[in-house]
């Protein structure tokens, strides 16, 4: 179909029921901020570009490769070796060819204000604790609200608007009063340990995952495992806190935000604070023997 048989309104027809006419114009007219258009960043594109959002500004450093067709949507044979932003923006467009998207390559923190100035929400899709870090500090001070998900087998959820904690905070990284880009491998390390522990006390997530494997992860021996349902599913939510936060509706997270868990068809909320904390120890041991074996 040739752009010129392309219609708006047509495309977004049977979007109006779950959104109004109304909320749809300001879908058009929204702007989000996605750094990270891989695994579910990517997948929170393909749910706001088909949504009819109207304004993208994507980021991303490197191209596509073999192993990202197993769970990137924007992944195929044709693009590998592509820069992964300009692959994803060429088949929005393929989508909605009235979409407005700016790319950047891996300049993009120097573009980072005006980013997130011009948008509504920014989505965390990288996998990189400098470039979280770097996004969050900004948008708070900009204001801005930060949509995001866990390192778990399970898909996750959180929303951390500007006022909030933020995972650094909250978590308990080592990384505050460190510029975002003189982090060091220690830190990053424990700032992962810290994900994993909050993450092992507050979802049934060790349970559907092969332990030992993430043992290998956690003490960097191999790659981080992911998993098409799993991480689809979770760029779609955070496609949802995106559209709710463009539409100016209540988002249905906060800044802890929730695990769905696929397998038992439950959501799994954050502990109370006096039953992770008796956990916590337990957790931590756990986490230090899976690592050393």
């Not at 879908?27 to 258009?37: D, H, I, R, S, Y």
């Not at 994900?195 to 997530?205: D, L, P």
């Not at 109370?272 to 904390?277: I, K, Q, T």
């Amino acid at each position: 179909m040739s752009n010129e048989k392309f219609s708006y309104a047509e495309f977004t027809n049977r979007n109006i029921g779950f959104v109004t006419e109304a909320e749809q114009a300001k879908l058009k007219g929204a702007t989000v901020f996605v750094c990270g258009t891989g695994g579910m960043g990517g997948a929170a594109i393909l749910g706001l570009v088909r949504a009819g959002i109207g304004r993208l500004i994507i980021a991303d450093l490197d191209g596509f490769e073999v192993s990202n067709l197993n769970r990137q949507v924007f992944a195929f044979m044709h693009n590998i070796d592509v820069h992964k932003a300009e692959a994803t923006s060429t088949i929005c467009k393929q989508i909605n060819p009235e979409i407005d998207i700016t790319v950047y390559h891996e300049e993009w923190p120097e573009h980072v204000e005006e980013a997130i100035t011009q948008a509504a929400i920014v989505i965390n899709g990288t996998d990189d604790l400098a470039a979280s870090l770097l996004l969050y500090r900004v948008a708070r001070k900009l204001g801005r609200t930060v949509i995001d998900a866990y390192a778990s087998p399970l898909p996750s959820i959180y929303v951390t608007k500007a006022g909030a904690p933020t995972p650094e905070e909250r978590l308990g990284y080592p990384t505050i009063g460190t510029e975002w880009n003189a982090v060091t491998q220690t830190q990053r390390e424990q700032s992962f340990l810290s994900e994993a522990e909050y993450i092992m006390i507050n979802s049934s997530s060790r349970h559907h995952i092969d332990l030992a494997l993430a043992g290998e992860v956690a003490a960097g021996r191999r790659s981080r495992m992911s998993f098409a349902p799993m991480v689809i599913c979770t760029g779609m939510l955070m496609s949802y806190e995106a559209i709710a936060g463009c539409l100016q509706n209540p988002h249905g997270a906060d800044h802890r935000g929730w695990f769905f868990n696929p397998y038992k068809a439950r959501v799994e909320h954050p502990k109370n604070p006096l039953v992770a904390a008796v956990l916590r120890p337990i957790v931590r041991r756990f986490l230090n023997k899976m690592i050393e074996s």
